[in-house]
């Protein structure tokens, strides 16, 4: 049976939802804030700014619709290749973003985990990302998932070598390895796959993001920048993805 939700009441533009599908895991590739600095004249660490600000009413909206897992793509293993000002900017900004939101998040019931090689990371931000994944780690409303210094390939690359070590210790088999295992060995292990993909900024790219887990993802891109994202367009997009046939390789 379908719950339909008229999501902006009967006066906003009508996008109804049918609330019994809506996507358990959300991913999102959060790009765009540099052009959209540029289009304004302004330096690349005001998009990022900007961008954060964003992520209020995204994973306000995320918990009202139900999703259980969102994973924000916040900073690649190719990130690095920017300039240094930048990076340490987007360090500072994730510091201070943890550090001004993690009460109002852990109020919300909101659970705050990372993926991604972070022993990598500045000592301020690792700092920052314990005491948040500390302080929400009994929540049980929506999951973010913030990825940090994460590329698909490295993840890969580590599960491999966590697994080979296993097997030298004797602990498994590696002839019984199969995808579910595997899947255990990921960053993600504690994750189901992602239902949908949503990537802003007109790029039509994964970018190494969760190469393994968007196997069956549905993907919905957008032009606009990510700054300029909205909760509308995170209904659009859940909108649009109500629409697909998920097939999974087999039949309708
Ligand atoms: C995404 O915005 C933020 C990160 C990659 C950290 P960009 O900085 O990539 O913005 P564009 O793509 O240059 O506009
Ligand atoms: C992907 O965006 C990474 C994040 C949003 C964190 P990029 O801007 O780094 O991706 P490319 O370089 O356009 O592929
Ligand atoms: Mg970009």
Redesign the pocket.
């Known amino acids: 049976m379908k719950t339909i939700k008229n999501i902006f009441g009967p006066k906003e533009e009508d996008i109804q939802l049918d609330m019994e599908n809506i996507p358990r895991h959300v991913a999102i590739?959060?790009?765009?804030?540099?052009r959209w600095a540029k289009k304004r004249g302004l330096p690349r660490t005001a998009g990022h700014k900007a961008g954060i600000e964003v992520l209020r009413e995204v994973i306000k909206a995320s918990s009202e619709l139900k999703i259980e897992f969102l994973t924000l793509?916040?900073?690649?293993t190719?990130?690095w290749k920017?300039p240094k000002e930048e990076v340490s900017a987007l360090m500072k900004l994730l510091v201070y973003y943890l550090q001004k939101e993690v009460k109002e998040l852990h109020k919300n019931k909101v659970r705050i985990r990372t993926i991604g090689d972070i022993t990598q990371l500045p000592h301020q931000v690792i700092g920052q990302i314990h005491k948040a994944v500390d302080l929400t780690k009994n929540n049980k409303g929506l999951t973010v998932n913030i990825?940090l210094n994460?590329g698909g390939r490295d993840e890969i690359i580590r599960a491999v070598k966590n697994i080979w070590k296993e097997n030298m210790e004797g602990n498994i088999c590696i002839e019984n390895m199969d995808e579910e295992k595997f899947s255990t060995y990921l960053d993600t292990g504690h994750l189901p796959d992602p239902d949908l993909l949503i990537r802003p900024?007109g790029?039509f790219?994964t970018?190494?993001?969760l190469l393994w887990q968007l196997a069956y993802a549905e993907f919905w891109f957008s032009n606009i920048y990510?700054p300029d994202f909205d909760k509308k367009h995170l209904y659009m997009a859940i909108r649009d993805y109500q629409m697909r046939h998920r097939r999974f390789g087999g039949l309708k």
């Open positions: 590739i959060m790009d765009g804030n540099g793509y916040a900073f690649s190719e990130n920017r990825a994460y900024s790029e790219r970018s190494n993001f990510w």
